[in-house]
């Protein structure tokens, strides 16, 4: 038969993700992507508790915060256009309170602290390698610090470059030997976004995108019992090699191109058992946020009784598995 795409074939697998085990992902709105996936799937996962970051090096600051900092005080955000901000923060964070931004920022951290101790996949999802630094004090900031969101503030309050592989290998070789250290079972699973970040130019996008591979290739030589590569970036330039996969604006996966990556993703990184479990809770995820247009009729009472006859039975079969967000109701 004659070949209409490029199959890509998928490197060794990690040690596989399981139900029951603690899993933390960051970076880009791709991570979101596969991150939501896993999670619906009844995986024990947090998605990027910063909010979606895009360069290696805020990544590494998220990670060295989250596992070995403090809560967050005052002095670490600031006040633009109406709104409160932190540079390690996405925008989503933003409130119009000193007090509400850091309750939010804390929020995420106290919650995350308790379930550290059994951390044992990360999931990194790098988007670019430019990274824009602080050219100012006037917010707080350090100079030369670099943020996660530039929050609209002036362009002149940043300069911009693009890292080599050499600069984020100096940041990640220490970070992950500490981890190593601290977390000896730690598998950690790396990928590139495939969303082409066109502001650079087509050029400059390959410029960054080679450096996040090189850089990549270079953790997991160097560190081949911890770090892995998952290609999703070329799942979708390669073997997805065409327009229909995309979004509208030509840029970004479309919602099937997402699921078929997801879906590549989970079965090289999930035990079988997971698997197995994973289409059943996300039929049930599915379920659960159905709504129904007549929640007081017999009909839906009948069916919220069957649903919960096989939340029964999937917690039964599953008892590791976690389903997320669900109503009081069925507790």
Not at 20 to 43: K, V
Not at 93 to 111: D, H, P, R
Not at 136 to 152: F, L, P, R
Not at 222 to 240: A, K
Request: glycine residues 6%; negative net charge.
């Amino acid at each position: 038969m004659l070949a209409l795409h490029t199959p890509i074939t998928l490197p060794s697998s990690p040690p596989r993700l399981g139900y029951g085990q603690q899993a933390l992902s960051f970076g880009s709105c791709f991570s979101e992507h596969i991150g939501a996936y896993l999670r619906d799937g009844g995986l024990q996962i947090e998605v990027n508790p910063y909010g979606i970051q895009y360069n290696p090096l805020s990544i590494a600051a998220g990670i060295e915060r989250l596992l070995w900092g403090k809560p967050f005080e005052g002095k670490e955000v600031f006040e633009y256009g109406g709104l409160y901000h932190s540079f390690l923060h996405h925008g989503s964070f933003s409130s119009v309170t000193e007090a509400a931004i850091l309750e939010k920022m804390n929020g995420v951290y106290e919650a995350l602290r308790p379930q550290l101790p059994h951390l044992r996949y990360l999931f990194v999802t790098y988007g670019t390698a430019y990274v824009y630094r602080l050219a100012t004090e006037a917010y707080g900031g350090v100079m030369g610090q670099v943020v996660s969101n530039c929050h609209k503030l002036p362009e002149s309050c940043f300069t911009r470059e693009r890292m080599s592989p050499e600069a984020l290998l100096a940041v990640w070789i220490p970070l992950v030997e500490r981890l190593r250290h601290d977390y000896p079972d730690l598998v950690i699973v790396q990928t590139v976004s495939p969303v082409r970040h066109l502001r650079d130019g087509a050029h400059g996008n390959a410029l960054s995108k080679a450096s996040l591979l090189l850089f990549a290739e270079a953790l997991c030589e160097r560190f081949p019992t911890t770090c892995f590569y998952f290609p999703s970036y070329e799942l979708l330039l390669d073997e997805l090699r065409d327009y229909r996969f995309y979004a509208e604006d030509m840029v970004h996966p479309s919602p099937l191109a997402q699921r078929l990556v997801a879906e590549r993703f989970a079965s090289w990184m999930l035990d079988d058992e997971a698997q197995t479990g994973l289409p059943k809770a996300h039929r049930l995820h599915r379920e659960l946020r159905h709504r129904p247009l007549h929640a007081e009729g017999q009909a839906h009472r009948e069916r919220m009784e069957a649903l919960r006859r096989r939340i029964d039975l999937f917690r039964s079969e599953y008892p590791l598995a976690q389903l997320h967000d669900l109503p009081l109701w069925i507790d």
